[in-house]
């Protein structure tokens, strides 16, 4: 049986994923010698980790859906 819902969790799994390769970028970018300095770097971690954030509330609540929809279906 496929349930359609696990394309929205792959769809914020593969986000997540993206979003912590973005973190890493960030923090990496952040060294003494970056021509942009460390705002833009701060700026963008700020912003990965509240898109990170988002998609653990995705992948929380399709678990919480795939949690009611399995005990209907018991």
Same mark, same amino acid.
């Given at each position: #049986?496929?349930?359609?819902?696990? !394309? #929205? %969790? *792959?769809?914020? #799994?593969?986000?997540?994923? $993206? ?5 890493? /970028? !960030?923090?990496? $970018? #952040?060294?003494?010698?970056?021509? /942009?300095?460390? /705002?833009?770097?701060?700026? !963008?971690?700020?912003? *990965?980790?509240? &898109? ?5 509330? &995705?992948?929380?609540?399709?678990? /919480?859906?795939?949690? $009611?929809? %399995? !005990?209907?279906? &018991?």
């Amino acid at each position: #049986m496929n349930i359609p819902t696990t !394309d #929205m %969790l *792959h769809t914020a #799994m593969n986000g997540l994923n $993206r979003q912590f390769a973005s973190l890493n /970028e !960030d923090a990496l $970018r #952040m060294t003494p010698n970056n021509p /942009e300095g460390f /705002e833009k770097p701060l700026v !963008d971690l700020n912003q *990965h980790t509240i &898109a990170a954030q988002v998609q653990l509330k &995705a992948v929380k609540s399709w678990n /919480e859906n795939i949690g $009611r929809l %399995l !005990d209907i279906l &018991a």
